[in-house]
């Protein structure tokens, strides 16, 4: 199983709002990625989880808040978003670190209103 | 720093056409590079990557790629277009050893007519 899925495909949320994105993989991958992604615009990296535990925060505001609760999952949980957000969210997965291809889910579609 | 370049935010070729697609890259160490290929409303897919070894890369859907150190380039190709290609092409790079970041290009979309 080289998949990695997301749900749910789509999520429209008021600013008051609380909510959770889910990521899942099966192919006994060591990191896993939250990304951002804008219309037009590659992928802007949020954070990475190394073996359950956070390793990279690229300084995203605390209304995002991610969680690893075992090697298989990500969660990204969502509170008091700005419309600024609405954005692609992508989940991906790697064997390691460094020099290692990532697996991409298919997103979640976010839009907040 | 790692970086990644795409020359052209846009490409068009007719059906049947040769595929180039650009990309330069900077690197302190020798460097892990990837072709990614994303279709509307969907997650990135890995196209090819190139580690170490030889330098010209085959990967799916028909395309390949060759590592050109003196060039730092790493050009993506595909002999004949079809319209299912089309679609947006990131080039990228990885983190220095240790890291796990993944440093992407802006992107060339890439158009296919019929």
């Known amino acids: 199983d080289t998949e990695v899925t997301q749900t749910p495909k789509h999520l429209v949320m008021g600013m008051t709002n609380k909510k959770s994105l889910k990521c899942e993989q099966h192919?006994?991958?060591?990191?896993m990625y939250w990304y951002k992604q804008k219309a037009k615009k590659p992928p802007e990296l949020m954070f990475v989880y190394s073996y359950e535990k956070l390793s990279i925060n690229e300084s995203v505001p605390s209304r995002f808040s991610p969680e690893c609760p075992n090697s298989s999952l990500l969660n990204l949980h969502l509170h008091a978003l700005q419309p600024e957000d609405s954005a692609l969210y992508l989940c991906a997965s790697s064997p390691q670190g460094t020099g290692y291809e990532q697996y991409f889910g298919p997103g979640t579609r976010l839009t907040v209103t | 720093a790692q970086s990644v370049t795409q020359l052209g935010s846009h490409v068009s070729v007719s059906e049947g056409a040769l595929v180039l697609l650009r990309c330069n890259y900077s690197?302190?160490?020798?460097?892990?590079l990837f072709w990614y290929v994303q279709y509307p409303n969907q997650g990135l897919q890995l196209l090819l990557k190139y580690t170490t070894g030889a330098t010209l890369v085959k990967g799916i859907n028909g395309f390949e790629a060759e590592f050109k150190k003196s060039e730092t380039s790493f050009h993506l190709t595909k002999p004949s277009a079809h319209m299912s290609d089309a679609a947006e092409y990131f080039c990228?790079?990885?983190?220095?050893?240790?890291?796990?970041?993944?440093?992407f290009g802006a992107g060339t979309r890439l158009f296919v007519k019929a």
């Open positions: 192919m006994g991958h060591r990191a």
């Open positions: 990228a790079v990885s983190d220095l050893p240790g890291g796990f970041k993944t440093i």
């Open positions: 690197s302190s160490v020798p460097p892990y």
